[in-house]
């Protein structure tokens, strides 16, 4: 939920600035909607920027097995996590898996949405909402799901078995398959969303023009409709990858201790080995890399596409 | 002349297939009356439906759970409807950093959140507490209940808001009886979204729940790490069944569509 409501929100917010007419009279309380967001603000400044700061204070300390959290300033954790080999193959499953979640939700993702808008309107708003509906179920239980589905006597194997397309049952389970297939399933709604929300601003009579025009299909398909929706895919893609590399509760149910990505690694850090420094100090890259990769990201669509976005 | 061809709708089936499988099997596997996970099942029964309520651990989280949803989603709703006002309807220096600074939540990954908490909250005495949980499930709710509510503001029709003020109503009674009547949909809206991604979250509460006080989708979190067994399929089951009734509570209130794609375009 979270990620495509940041994106959307960040469109949105431009988007409000501009409708929200500035008042035709000039102010006669200047100090009003400070006073009205107030409230908000200090929660925010106590509640959000305190425990972050704090988090990045602690992933300066050290930490002994006997001593516990050591009060010294040092790079020492972030040395480790960029020297040990351990760590980098961590992180660099956690990308690949992100790059692989983001390109199949991106196969998947961006056809469905332009099939659901090709669709008549009662079957359109249903099968939308059968699409986006999964995004309010909790991702525990959607992940459960796929642990039932992929035992060894799971159906997906039992079925591959019946079939004979298999002879022995396929891991799924602890596998980086079995992460990628279920990590996509609780992602593909955020680029269908995405997708679709750039499919609105496609007239459809560009399409219906390049037809009637003599362009086949397929031409229509690659020449006008692809170019309008790459937007789309693309922040979509951004929303994807972000929340794929960041992933917890569905690489520590379908990946479990055996197969860790930089999440579960901090998690572990926290409530297993307790070196909180080195758990904040994964906590800390994590929380750069997705803000240079969602504002990065962000910069580079918004500048390439300006117009569609206008 | 715009319509799927036939590998379009295979597509189609296949994609929602994938979507609603592993959810079906969910809620499949909950009404077996065998007592291990067996697919497809022979008997059907709600014996595990009762089984949660016979869980006191379970029981116990699903009633945190709705309380915390319920305190923080209105805890939330009353810190956004005073600055979503703000926001919508005056130009001020720094409205767009305010506004970036209340969404931001949403941008910052879930589990940086929980270590932050978690590490905030021991340092000044709130850890494992009812309270922390409360304080921090506010935080990352807040977005959803404040975009709702600006929505509603922002597209709001103000000349009633100044018929009441020339009768003589005071700031407040206008509040009261206009503004707030108006934008009630939006709030209302809001507070359903915040509470469903309250009662949802996992990633964050699992750090800074303690035994004592716990949520529900953490408590099911950590026993499907030690075991799967039909207990926890009906315990997801029902709550996607819980989800469902409020999808469709939302639909009627606000429209799912216009609260998951944004205002229609159309």
Known sequence: MTAVDAHKSMMESSDAASKSAPPDRPERRPLAPYLLSLPALALFAVLLLVPLVMTGLLSLNSFGFYTGIEDVWQLGNYIDIVTDDYFHEIFLRTFRIAVVVTLLCAVLGAPEAYILRRMRSPWRGLCLLVVLGPLLISVVSRTLGWALLFGSTGIINTALMAVGLIATPIEFMYTETGVIIALTHVLVPFMVLSVWASLQRLDPQVENAALSLGAKPFTVLRRVVLPQVVPGILSGSIIVFALAASAFATPAIIGGRRLKVAATLAYDEFLNTLNWPLGAAIAILLLLANIVIIVGCNRLVERRYKQVFE | MNRNGPVALVFHMLFLAFLLAPILVVCVVA???????????????????????????????????????????????????????????HQFRGREAITALFLSPLMVPHIVLGIAFLRFFTQIGLGGTFAGLVLSHVVIILPFALRLILAASTGMDRSIENAAASLGATSWTTFRRVTLPLILPGVASGWVLAFINSFDEVTMTVFIASPETTTLPVRLFLYIQDNIDPLVAAVSASLIFMTVAAMLVLDRLYGLERLLVGRGQE
Do not use: H, M
């Not at chain 2, 709600?46 to 116990?60: H, S, T, V, Y």
């Not at chain 2, 949803?69 to 309807?89: D, E, K, Q």
């Open chain 2, 31 to 89: 009404f077996t009356s065998q007592g291990y996970l067996s697919l497809p099942t022979e008997g059907l029964s709600l014996r595990w439906f009762k089984a949660i309520g016979d869980n006191p651990e379970f029981a116990r989280a699903f009633r945190d759970s709705l309380l915390l949803g319920a305190v923080s989603s209105t805890i939330a709703v009353a810190f956004s409807v005073p600055a979503a006002l703000a926001i919508a309807r």
